[in-house]
């Protein structure tokens, strides 16, 4: 399990990023924090010809406000991340997902916008980012465009990324006032990637449901929005029952491809389930039970 | 496809391991945990599944504990890194936390032992004084196969009190009992 | 003790200095500060390295290599492919039934049988480029149907793993002890189970390793290994490398982890070996993690059970029927060895007066079985446990309770259970009461009531198994009506040395380690004999080449074989250090004993001389020593294996071959959410009986460890392959062994009834735990949802199975509670 051989490009600079994948084009991979890269390069199921290090770019590391957004930069890690303060206080649905992204090792060197970009169907922020109407910045030679999360995601490992473009940025809106959020997710194992998992916030106008946005991750090609479930919630005050026949809308249409840990049908059963205990605690904490 | 070694570019790079200088010459492709093992002979971190879930590899980066098997060497240019053998402060003294260890029999075949120990160091450093089940989630980062980790918290529990009491006192720790 | 001699009553064992402390391991500092050398890490001048390149498919005929590409890229020294190594080296050792009609080789020869398996292998420069140049070796492979249902292959002979073979089915026999039909004829109940094993593995952290150094000069092969060193057999593994076996050493390495994945392990070493033959420098094979799931010796049982149990109306059980189907994969090299563990405690505790056991062995395009703690008695212990389970329930009679009825009274050890094999000793009822106490069943049973009021699915699950240790070598064979030979050695040996100053060093002839702690259990038992401290005793190991018989660790029986080997080596040196002190105390060497580390004479406490004096004698002071002695203080022992008998001619007695039964009782209490089928461990407590402890502390370490590894064994950990053959948990991202947050924190008691056969009383404890968590976790999990009527008949219990049969039993999401 030793990686083929691939030209290393080290760069300093977002600008030096960009000219060397744009000369490099459909051959250049980027090399972010490498938790998914490089094991699959490892098994040589990746064998990318140039690796284009961008670690070194210092002026992508950033966690900050802009803007009234959370901003973070390409290299931005999720260790710091889910410590640093402006994520803490906008984004908790962002930071209570990182805990269940692999473990501190692997946090320490994996980025946010990496598993954005990298799209893994299982992953945890892909959905978080969609839930949150994150948008991200998709950096080429040519300039900049931003793209809604929601429009990013194509397929599983598929993204709207042309070749040649570095994602520079992923900036969530911060969380409403007063709004509820949940991350729930089922997994085999501590860390591990979820057999189901919901990405929820909810934003209460007395107690009538203002605005909610649920996400379902690992049951489908990409994160999958709930709408049918959104809109039924909208303007209700949800108790059991409508959570559980959100729920059961949420799931009506999915059919997740099966693996060792899970079919099709438990899938389902289980995203089910997640989405209910995610509707139920964001509904809790908007309604004071966790306020940050 | 893949390009072999006798045509592939070779990177220098400078590299603090353990307190010490190195510049190296690497094939990109070299994995950090090959380089330290290979190259410097530090052979005490080992590659337990070279896809970044066992954490046989672990050092510390930098300050911080990764898994030296989803590195290239190339990357570490610039970097401290301290493995395990660059823990104890001497031939005659272990560190607190490999004290813990050997009292508690916190280890059996000591394959995953230096990365438990550096991830024992990383987390009482952010937590001197972890419950069961804090240190229970810092070492779940890291697989054993031999302990059933029981040993291996107790041995954190242990360690967290040698270093409260150490950091008070400033005294050297227990020797062996 | 010589063989089938009488059993003694049992000897506590007496006023001991080291035995029974728990005290800091000798091993452990080296592996603390990553000094511990494990194979991977060694180095060698020019030393090359391997790279296997695996099969793609399950059942394919190689119609040709193509390796020239491969050959041409820098920094390859060679290729090797089946053909051209079936010219090198002969097949593998191999104990299977037919070993003419399944051969295993190093590599696959004409047809590849299971994902995986080796067809050709590449030597260069370094694991990289040998990688690099895998993908240039061309095989033509002609796919054919894979065999992947055992029960079906069973049937089938138009497909065959093994053309020769004519079968599947390596080997089928009917075993019958005592009056089976009688006692089910008379029984007022008969419970049956349909139970599946599914297919887990040892998979320690630590691959399979080995560097082979030919020397052209000698013609000696070195092999450096972290397989078991058994000196005991290594003559096989030279004969197939074809090197004469006094001109081949095998040098053994601590391995990270073994669990049995280091037993045997014939291909890694036989791979490096030739690779060094072949090519004149040092070779390295080192697994990587890929090789060692697909094509390393340690899957583990996978099987198919029918079983009944005959019991009288008040839960009496009077016998048991069992009849076993085994998925071994393509090949059989360990014979059916692990059904013969299972027969050495198929009966479990329990008075049960016959039993009969059918064993059907069926190859399949699987990777070939190795072996995994409890080396098959897991199982058995699992089936027996579960229907012990369901009788209690049928009779609506408490899980501890039926057990207690039906316990071996402590009076009747040694017992002799229907298969031959005989329990030394045990007081079952006590470690029940222990363990019930320790747990606070009482206590948490109410609380489950209450937590069932909550609506909480909570369960308490209750078994009390055995633990055989100290195989003897007759179960390799007593299979076969005609065995080619009859072995009836497991000898361990060691040389005990003491210096000139005294100083003692102790040469172990088996694997040194792989975190079973036997440099601490020879360092404490040397300790023992000779009142030092253990972690002034030098330990080291000597290789195959010149080595005493050892068969190494296996069976859990190394520290028992250890405890006899150093009593005896050390009684010798003592015997001649007696002469010398009585020489020069000029007294009858009758009246000179041994005291605190030192001679004396019996009743004059100030004639002393200490040992070290007496060593120092023995080795400067030639004249000054008896008549008839020479220089020197050491001796070498090989110790026999404590108690064998023979099996009978018509094999309905196997005779005692598994004498030292240990035995331990589990509890587990967890809590099952029905929507997810997660399964979480809210308590657990065991108590062990393993004889006279020598290092508590580590031995509770085995048991905590193994315990975690049934657990997992329970609800997490399988191979899997689907219906095409391909293997889908090739990585540690699907084969889900436990972090720290899925195994519970362990109570832990003790019960200590001594062996009366062995050393101190001393019985193995290495396997400990795993043969005991998943019959405890089933009857938990059938516990938590009983509502439901669910009985776990098949493991792993997976979430998506336990919610599967909550389906199944009418009790989908739906009903779930709120
Ligand atoms: C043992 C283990 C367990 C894990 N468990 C989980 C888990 O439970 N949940 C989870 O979500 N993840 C998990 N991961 C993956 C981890 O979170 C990764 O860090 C993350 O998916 C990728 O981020 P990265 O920065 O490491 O990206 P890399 O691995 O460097 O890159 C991944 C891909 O994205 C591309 N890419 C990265 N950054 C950019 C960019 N800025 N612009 C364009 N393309 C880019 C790369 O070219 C590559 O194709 C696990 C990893 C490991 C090793």
Same mark, same amino acid.
């Given at each position: 399990?030793?990686?083929?051989?691939?030209?290393?490009?080290?760069?300093?600079? !977002?600008?030096?990023?960009?000219?060397?994948?744009? +000369?490099?084009?459909?051959?250049?991979?980027?090399?972010?924090?490498?938790?998914?890269?490089?094991?699959?390069?490892?098994?040589?199921?990746?064998?990318?010809?140039?690796?284009?290090?961008?670690?070194?770019?210092?002026?992508?590391?950033?966690?900050?406000?802009?803007?009234?957004?959370?901003?973070?930069?390409?290299?931005?890690?999720?260790?710091?991340?889910?410590?640093?303060?402006?994520?803490?206080?906008?984004?908790?649905?962002?930071?209570?997902?990182?805990?269940?992204?692999?473990?501190?090792?692997?946090?320490?060197?994996?980025?946010?916008?990496?598993?954005?970009?990298?799209?893994?169907?299982?992953?945890?922020?892909?959905?978080?980012?969609?839930?949150?109407?994150?948008?991200?910045?998709?950096?080429?030679?040519?300039?900049?465009?931003?793209?809604?999360?929601?429009?990013?995601?194509?397929?599983?490992?598929?993204?709207?990324?042309?070749?040649?473009?570095?994602?520079?940025?992923?900036?969530?809106?911060?969380?409403?006032?007063?709004?509820?959020?949940?991350?729930?997710?089922?997994?085999?194992?501590?860390?591990?990637?979820?057999?189901?998992?919901?990405?929820?916030?909810?934003?209460?106008?007395?107690?009538?449901?203002?605005?909610?946005?649920?996400?379902?991750?690992?049951?489908?090609?990409?994160?999958?929005?709930?709408?049918?479930?959104?809109?039924?919630?909208?303007? +209700?005050?949800?108790?059991?029952?409508?959570?559980?026949?959100?729920?059961?809308?949420?799931?009506?249409?999915?059919?997740?491809?099966?693996?060792?840990?899970?079919?099709?049908?438990?899938?389902?059963?289980?995203?089910?389930?997640?989405?209910?205990?995610?509707? !139920?605690?964001?509904?809790?904490?908007?309604?004071?039970?966790?306020?940050? | 496809?893949?390009?072999?070694?006798?045509?592939?570019?070779?990177?220098?790079?400078?590299?603090?391991?353990?307190?010490?200088?190195?510049?190296?010459?690497?094939?990109?492709?070299?994995?950090?945990?090959?380089?330290?093992?290979?190259?410097?002979?530090?052979?005490?971190?080992?590659?337990?599944?070279?896809?970044?879930?066992?954490?046989?590899?672990?050092?510390?980066?930098?300050?911080?504990?990764?898994?030296?098997?989803?590195?290239?060497?190339?990357?570490?240019?610039?970097?401290?890194?301290?493995?395990?053998?660059?823990?104890?402060?001497?031939?005659?003294?272990?560190?607190?936390?490999?004290?813990?260890?050997?009292?508690?029999?916190?280890?059996?075949?000591?394959?995953?032992?230096?990365?438990?120990?550096?991830?024992?160091?990383?987390?009482?450093?952010?937590?001197?004084?972890?419950?069961?089940?804090?240190?229970?989630?810092?070492?779940?980062?890291?697989?054993?196969?031999?302990?059933?980790?029981?040993?291996?918290?107790?041995?954190?529990?242990?360690?967290?009190?040698?270093?409260?009491?150490?950091?008070?006192?400033?005294?050297?720790?227990?020797?062996?009992? | 003790?010589?063989?089938?001699?009488?059993?003694?009553?049992?000897?506590?064992?007496?006023?001991?200095?080291?035995?029974?402390?728990?005290?800091?391991?000798?091993?452990?500092?080296?592996?603390?500060?990553?000094?511990?050398?494990?194979?991977?890490?060694?180095?060698?001048?020019?030393?090359?390295?391997?790279?296997?390149?695996?099969?793609?498919?399950?059942?394919?005929?190689?119609?040709?290599?193509?390796?020239?590409?491969?050959?041409?890229?820098?920094?390859?020294?060679?290729?090797?492919?089946?053909?051209?190594?079936?010219?090198?080296?002969?097949?593998?050792?191999?104990?299977?039934?037919?070993?003419?009609?399944?051969?295993?080789?190093?590599?696959?020869?004409?047809?590849?049988?299971?994902?995986?398996?080796?067809?050709?292998?590449?030597?260069?420069?370094?694991?990289?480029?040998?990688?690099?140049?895998?993908?240039?070796?061309?095989?033509?492979?002609?796919?054919?149907?894979?065999?992947?249902?055992?029960?079906?292959?069973?049937?089938?002979?138009?497909?065959?793993?093994?053309?020769?073979?004519?079968?599947?089915?390596?080997?089928?026999?009917?075993?019958?002890?005592?009056?089976?039909?009688?006692?089910?004829?008379?029984?007022?109940?008969?419970?049956?189970?349909?139970?599946?094993?599914?297919?887990?593995?040892?998979?320690?952290?630590?691959?399979?390793?080995?560097?082979?150094?030919?020397?052209?000069?000698?013609?000696?092969?070195?092999?450096?290994?972290?397989?078991?060193?058994?000196?005991?057999?290594?003559?096989?593994?030279?004969?197939?490398?074809?090197?004469?076996?006094?001109?081949?050493?095998?040098?053994?390495?601590?391995?990270?982890?073994?669990?049995?994945?280091?037993?045997?392990?014939?291909?890694?070493?036989?791979?490096?070996?030739?690779?060094?033959?072949?090519?004149?420098?040092?070779?390295?094979?080192?697994?990587?993690?890929?090789?060692?799931?697909?094509?390393?010796?340690?899957?583990?049982?996978?099987?198919?059970?029918?079983?009944?149990?005959?019991?009288?109306?008040?839960?009496?059980?009077?016998?048991?029927?069992?009849?076993?189907?085994?998925?071994?994969?393509?090949?059989?090299?360990?014979?059916?060895?692990?059904?013969?563990?299972?027969?050495?405690?198929?009966?479990? $505790?329990?008075?049960?007066?016959?039993?009969?056991?059918?064993?059907?062995? @069926?190859?399949?395009?699987?990777?070939?079985?190795?072996?995994?703690?409890?080396?098959?008695?897991?199982? /058995?212990?699992?089936?027996?446990?579960?229907?012990?389970?369901?009788?209690?329930?049928?009779?609506?009679?408490?899980?501890?309770?039926?057990?207690?009825?039906?316990?071996?009274?402590?009076?009747?050890?040694?017992?002799?259970?229907?298969?031959?094999?005989?329990?030394?000793?045990?007081?079952?009822?006590? @470690?029940?009461?222990?363990?019930?106490?320790?747990?606070?069943?009482?206590?948490?049973?109410?609380?489950?009531?209450?937590?069932?009021?909550?609506?909480?699915?909570?369960?308490?699950?209750?078994?009390?198994?055995?633990?055989?240790?100290?195989?003897?070598?007759?179960?390799?064979?007593?299979?076969?009506?005609?065995?080619?030979?009859?072995?009836?050695?497991?000898?361990?040996?060691?040389?005990?040395?003491?210096?000139?100053?005294?100083?003692?060093?102790?040469?172990?002839?088996?694997?040194?380690?792989?975190?079973?702690?036997?440099?601490?259990?020879?360092?404490?038992?040397?300790?023992?004999?000779?009142?030092?401290?253990?972690?002034?005793?030098?330990?080291?190991?000597?290789?195959?080449?010149?080595?005493?018989?050892?068969?190494?660790?296996?069976?859990?029986?190394?520290?028992?074989?250890?405890?006899?080997?150093?009593?005896? /080596?050390?009684?010798?040196?003592?015997?001649? $250090?007696?002469?010398?002190?009585?020489?020069?105390?000029?007294?009858?060497?009758?009246?000179?004993?041994?005291?605190?580390?030192?001679?004396?004479?019996?009743?004059?406490?100030?004639?002393?001389?200490?040992?070290?004096?007496?060593?120092?004698? /023995?080795?400067?002071?030639?004249?000054?020593?008896?008549?008839?002695?020479?220089?020197?203080?050491?001796?070498?022992?090989?110790?026999?294996?404590?108690?064998?008998?023979?099996?009978?001619?018509?094999?309905?007695?196997?005779?005692?071959?598994?004498?030292?039964?240990?035995?331990?009782?589990?509890?587990?209490?967890?809590?099952?959410?029905?929507?997810?089928?997660?399964?979480?461990?809210?308590?657990?407590?065991?108590?062990?009986?393993?004889?006279?402890?020598?290092?508590?502390?580590?031995?509770?370490?085995?048991?905590?460890?193994?315990?975690?590894?049934?657990?997992?064994?329970?609800?997490?950990?399988?191979?899997?392959?689907?219906?095409?053959?391909?293997?889908?948990?090739?990585?540690?991202?699907?084969?889900?062994?436990?972090?720290?947050?899925?195994?519970?924190?362990?109570?832990?008691?003790?019960?200590?009834?001594?062996?009366?056969?062995?050393?101190?009383?001393?019985?193995?404890?290495?396997?400990?735990?795993?043969?005991?968590?998943?019959?405890?976790?089933?009857?938990?999990?059938?516990?938590?949802?009983?509502?439901?009527?669910?009985?776990?008949?098949?493991?792993?219990?997976?979430?998506?199975?336990?919610?599967?049969?909550?389906?199944? /039993?009418?009790?989908?999401?739906?009903?779930?509670?709120?």
């Amino acid at each position: 399990m030793k990686p083929a051989a691939f030209e290393y490009h080290r760069v300093g600079t !977002t600008a030096e990023a960009v000219a060397v994948l744009d +000369q490099l084009g459909e051959d250049g991979r980027v090399l972010a924090g490498g938790q998914s890269l490089v094991p699959l390069m490892n098994f040589r199921l990746a064998q990318p010809e140039h690796l284009v290090d961008i670690n070194g770019v210092g002026e992508l590391g950033y966690v900050r406000h802009d803007d009234g957004m959370l901003a973070l930069g390409a290299t931005a890690r999720q260790a710091h991340v889910a410590a640093a303060e402006p994520a803490r206080s906008d984004v908790p649905l962002l930071v209570e997902a990182l805990g269940f992204v692999a473990h501190p090792p692997i946090r320490h060197r994996g980025t946010v916008v990496g598993s954005i970009a990298h799209a893994d169907p299982a992953a945890e922020l892909p959905s978080v980012a969609v839930a949150c109407h994150a948008s991200l910045t998709l950096t080429s030679r040519a300039g900049s465009r931003d793209v809604a999360a929601e429009d990013f995601f194509l397929g599983p490992f598929e993204t709207l990324l042309a070749p040649g473009e570095l994602v520079t940025e992923v900036r969530f809106p911060p969380s409403a006032p007063g709004a509820g959020w949940a991350f729930v997710e089922f997994a085999r194992r501590h860390g591990d990637f979820a057999i189901a998992g919901a990405a929820v916030t909810l934003a209460l106008d007395g107690d009538r449901v203002a605005d909610a946005s649920i996400v379902l991750c690992a049951v489908g090609p990409r994160p999958l929005r709930a709408d049918r479930a959104e809109a039924l919630l909208l303007g +209700q005050a949800p108790d059991a029952e409508l959570i559980a026949e959100a729920a059961e809308r949420a799931v009506a249409d999915l059919a997740p491809g099966a693996d060792i840990h899970g079919g099709t049908e438990y899938r389902i059963g289980v995203a089910r389930v997640q989405v209910r205990r995610a509707i !139920t605690l964001a509904l809790e904490r908007a309604n004071g039970g966790d306020r940050r | 496809m893949t390009a072999s070694a006798s045509n592939a570019q070779t990177l220098p790079i400078t590299v603090t391991v353990n307190g010490r200088a190195y510049e190296l010459a690497l094939e990109p492709r070299k994995l950090l945990a090959d380089v330290l093992r290979q190259d410097l002979g530090l052979t005490g971190l080992n590659i337990g599944c070279a896809h970044g879930v066992c954490g046989s590899c672990t050092i510390l980066l930098d300050g911080e504990t990764v898994r030296s098997c989803t590195l290239f060497g190339v990357q570490a240019d610039g970097a401290e890194i301290t493995t395990i053998e660059g823990v104890a402060p001497s031939f005659e003294e272990l560190h607190p936390v490999q004290e813990a260890f050997w009292a508690q029999q916190g280890l059996q075949c000591g394959y995953c032992t230096p990365g438990m120990v550096l991830r024992t160091i990383e987390l009482l450093r952010e937590n001197p004084d972890p419950t069961r089940e804090q240190a229970r989630e810092a070492i779940a980062s890291n697989l054993c196969r031999c302990t059933g980790y029981q040993f291996i918290v107790d041995a954190v529990i242990d360690a967290a009190a040698r270093l409260r009491s150490a950091a008070q006192q400033e005294e050297p720790d227990e020797s062996r009992s | 003790m010589s063989r089938g001699a009488e059993i003694p009553k049992i000897q506590a064992p007496r006023d001991l200095k080291w035995i029974g402390r728990s005290t800091r391991r000798v091993e452990d500092p080296k592996y603390l500060r990553g000094l511990g050398r494990y194979v991977a890490d060694l180095e060698f001048p020019g030393m090359l390295h391997a790279a296997i390149v695996r099969s793609p498919h399950p059942h394919a005929r190689i119609l040709g290599i193509d390796a020239e590409a491969a050959r041409q890229i820098p920094g390859v020294v060679a290729v090797v492919t089946g053909a051209e190594a079936a010219e090198l080296v002969d097949p593998l050792p191999d104990s299977g039934p037919a070993p003419d009609r399944h051969v295993f080789r190093v590599l696959a020869l004409d047809k590849v049988r299971y994902v995986g398996e080796g067809v050709a292998l590449v030597i260069a420069e370094s694991r990289y480029i040998a990688e690099d140049a895998r993908d240039y070796v061309d095989v033509d492979y002609e796919p054919l149907d894979p065999i992947v249902d055992p029960i079906a292959a069973g049937q089938d002979t138009s497909n065959l793993v093994h053309d020769a073979l004519g079968s599947n089915v390596a080997y089928d026999r009917t075993f019958t002890f005592g009056d089976v039909e009688r006692h089910f004829a008379e029984a007022d109940i008969v419970v049956r189970d349909r139970l599946h094993w599914r297919r887990g593995a040892a998979m320690p952290l630590d691959n399979g390793g080995a560097v082979g150094i030919y020397d052209p000069a000698t013609g000696e092969l070195t092999i450096h290994a972290n397989s078991i060193s058994m000196t005991w057999f290594a003559f096989a593994l030279a004969a197939t490398l074809r090197i004469p076996s006094n001109k081949f050493d095998v040098i053994s390495y601590a391995s990270g982890g073994s669990f049995g994945a280091r037993f045997c392990n014939w291909r890694v070493l036989v791979t490096a070996g030739l690779a060094s033959k072949l090519t004149g420098r040092p070779v390295k094979y080192s697994e990587d993690r890929l090789d060692h799931i697909t094509n390393g010796d340690q899957h583990a049982s996978d099987r198919y059970y029918d079983v009944e149990l005959a019991l009288t109306r008040d839960g009496i059980f009077r016998s048991l029927k069992t009849d076993v189907i085994d998925d071994y994969g393509a090949y059989c090299h360990l014979g059916v060895g692990t059904h013969g563990n299972a027969m050495a405690q198929v009966t479990g $505790a329990y008075r049960i007066e016959s039993t009969v056991y059918r064993v059907r062995a @069926v190859l399949t395009n699987k990777t070939q079985q190795g072996a995994y703690r409890g080396f098959g008695a897991e199982v /058995a212990n699992w089936a027996i446990e579960r229907l012990v389970d369901k009788a209690a329930r049928q009779l609506d009679i408490d899980p501890a309770e039926i057990r207690r009825k039906n316990f071996i009274q402590p009076e009747q050890f040694p017992y002799h259970i229907p298969t031959g094999n005989m329990y030394d000793s045990g007081d079952y009822e006590r @470690v029940l009461d222990h363990a019930l106490e320790l747990f606070g069943y009482d206590h948490w049973r109410a609380e489950q009531a209450r937590m069932r009021a909550d609506g909480r699915r909570v369960g308490i699950g209750l078994v009390s198994c055995q633990e055989r240790s100290v195989y003897s070598a007759t179960e390799f064979w007593f299979w076969y009506d005609d065995p080619a030979v009859q072995t009836t050695s497991t000898p361990e040996g060691v040389k005990l040395t003491a210096d000139a100053l005294g100083n003692l060093t102790v040469t172990l002839h088996s694997t040194p380690f792989w975190g079973n702690s036997s440099d601490t259990m020879a360092a404490m038992l040397v300790a023992e004999e000779f009142d030092v401290d253990p972690a002034t005793v030098g330990i080291e190991y000597h290789g195959t080449k010149g080595g005493l018989p050892a068969a190494g660790p296996g069976g859990s029986r190394l520290t028992v074989m250890y405890a006899g080997a150093i009593r005896g /080596a050390a009684t010798k040196i003592k015997d001649k $250090a007696r002469r010398i002190a009585a020489q020069q105390f000029e007294a009858d060497p009758e009246d000179v004993e041994w005291v605190d580390g030192g001679f004396q004479v019996r009743g004059t406490p100030d004639v002393r001389k200490e040992f070290g004096e007496i060593a120092m004698a /023995a080795h400067l002071f030639a004249t000054e020593l008896p008549e008839g002695l020479q220089s020197g203080l050491e001796a070498s022992h090989v110790y026999d294996h404590p108690y064998t008998t023979m099996p009978s001619k018509d094999r309905t007695d196997l005779g005692v071959f598994y004498p030292c039964m240990g035995h331990a009782c589990h509890i587990a209490m967890v809590e099952v959410d029905v929507e997810t089928g997660g399964v979480k461990v809210l308590r657990y407590a065991a108590v062990h009986d393993a004889g006279t402890m020598v290092n508590p502390r580590s031995l509770e370490g085995q048991i905590i460890g193994g315990t975690a590894q049934g657990i997992a064994t329970a609800l997490l950990e399988e191979l899997v392959y689907d219906d095409q053959g391909q293997l889908l948990s090739s990585s540690f991202t699907d084969f889900l062994m436990p972090t720290a947050m899925e195994v519970p924190e362990l109570d832990i008691g003790h019960e200590e009834t001594p062996s009366p056969i062995t050393e101190y009383g001393i019985k193995g404890g290495g396997e400990a735990g795993r043969m005991m968590a998943p019959g405890a976790m089933s009857a938990a999990i059938d516990d938590a949802l009983v509502d439901y009527g669910i009985h776990v008949a098949e493991l792993p219990a997976t979430p998506e199975r336990i919610v599967r049969w909550i389906g199944e /039993a009418g009790g989908g999401a739906g009903s779930a509670p709120r």
